[in-house]
């Protein structure tokens, strides 16, 4: 397991989303642009953290500032508590 340190948040990003056809002729190599904004799903939090999150909570963070972080053959996704623009309510 891994535990989050220094104001990080453990996440669960998106599935990626399937390829869809274009009706436009595109080089093979594009790629959209990933959104500026993505909703997450937390799954643990450093202690230090002052966000009162919980575990499988959905929150809106900054895409751009998604670290993943590989320990072995393991990979995990963080987030600084600075990066979370807020709660996702179901």
């Known amino acids: 397991m891994f535990t ?4 990080h948040i453990l996440v669960q990003p998106p599935e990626p ?6 009706a436009f002729i ?3 190599d594009y790629t959209n642009p ?6 997450v799903i937390v799954l ?10 919980n575990s499988k909570e959905q929150v809106v963070v900054e895409t751009s500032m998604l670290q993943e ?8 996704t963080l987030i600084l ?3 979370v623009y807020g709660k996702k309510e179901q």
Request: proline share 10%; with cysteine.
């Open 4 to 7: 989050p340190l220094n104001r």
């Open 17 to 22: 989303e399937e390829k869809v056809e274009s």
């Open 26 to 28: 595109t080089p093979s």
């Open 34 to 39: 990933p959104p500026k904004y993505t909703v």
């Open 44 to 53: 643990q939090v450093a202690e230090d953290c002052s966000l009162k999150l």
């Open 69 to 76: 972080v590989n320990v072995g053959k393991e990979k995990f």
């Open 81 to 83: 508590e600075n990066y």
